[in-house]
């Protein structure tokens, strides 16, 4: 996954299980590392909802900026999230001191931001990393801390494999990987179809 530079021009999702819907992101190349343009609709538990966002991420791939604009019968919300790279945040411009050391986003409701830090880690096969990450729950837009866990298995027919885990959903799951780093199949929530 390391060494591939080009990203598709669209990769979509079917989510299942965990609640009904579909994703849809379209990459591009930025000066400094991509821009991700997605949106993302659900229902969970009888609630229908949408979001829209904008990730972007520099040349190693740490989130640096993620507007996510959602809407649901609880009304329309909006956030803004900007990182140094380095795990310091903003959320809409304020310092957020509680999401100190954190270096990814990952939006409830979206396949594709497991990417991040797939990507970001590099991990060899037989390595493992704790990649906590700045959580956005959909519909409402709350920010909290995720604990992630990604461990690199060997690779199976060409598709990159990770032993993933996170306990605060209770969830383990081998996470498979097309050659961009892009999920494709996250098992009891979302399988590639584009």
Known sequence: MAGVTELPAVAAWRHVVAHEGFEVVFPRRAADG??????ATGIEEGVPWGFRYEIRVDG?????????????????????????????????RRPAPELDGLVDVDLEGSAFTNALPAKRLRLPVGAD?????????????????LEQQYARLPDDGGKVRFDYASPAFD???????????????YPGIARRVA
């Open 60 to 92: 190693g791939w740490a989130t640096r900026a993620a507007r996510v604009r959602s809407r649901s019968v609880t009304g329309e919300h909006e956030l803004r999230l900007e990182g140094d790279g380095g795990g310091g945040w903003t959320i809409d």
């Open 129 to 145: 990393s704790e990649a906590p990450a700045v959580y956005v729950r959909a519909p409402d837009l709350r920010v909290e801390r």
């Open 171 to 185: 969830y383990r799951a081998v996470l498979v990987y097309d050659e961009h780093g892009f999920v494709l199949d």
């Open 34 to 39: 991509y821009v991700f343009d997605g949106q």
